[in-house]
């Protein structure tokens, strides 16, 4: 009966003795280049909370004044137009702060030096 030669022992944290396979070494090119930086407003957020600031203003001053007896107009009607009237307000305040922020963002401009690496 043959009976195959048993495998070799090793120590206990001894590695075996195979040739380690050749190890991809990664190969970097870095460029540089000078940017310019500028600063820039975000309109959407900028015109989206002046507008809900209009709302929530009118909103307050139509439940702040009293409210006639006999008016033709119920309090939640009036809410509503006030709602209506801030909203149109706020995005015009919105829009005119928004350019005027752009255009005060737009002053500060800088320079900087980017770094481009490329991985191989």
Not at 61 to 72: G, H, I, Y
């Amino acid at each position: 009966m043959n009976t195959p030669d048993p495998a070799p022992e090793h120590e206990p944290g001894s590695a075996p003795e195979h040739e380690p396979a050749p190890e991809h070494v990664p190969v970097v090119h870095e460029t540089e280049r000078e940017v310019t930086i500028t600063r820039s407003v975000r309109y959407g957020r900028v015109i989206a909370g002046m507008t809900v600031l209009g709302i929530l203003v009118a909103v307050v001053a139509s439940l702040v004044f009293p409210l006639d007896p006999e008016a033709q107009y119920t309090l939640a009607q009036i809410t509503g137009f006030m709602a209506l009237i801030g909203a149109a307000i706020g995005l015009a305040l919105g829009c005119l702060l928004a350019l005027i922020l752009g255009v005060t963002a737009r002053r500060k401009r800088g320079t900087a030096i980017a770094i481009h690496s490329d991985v191989q």
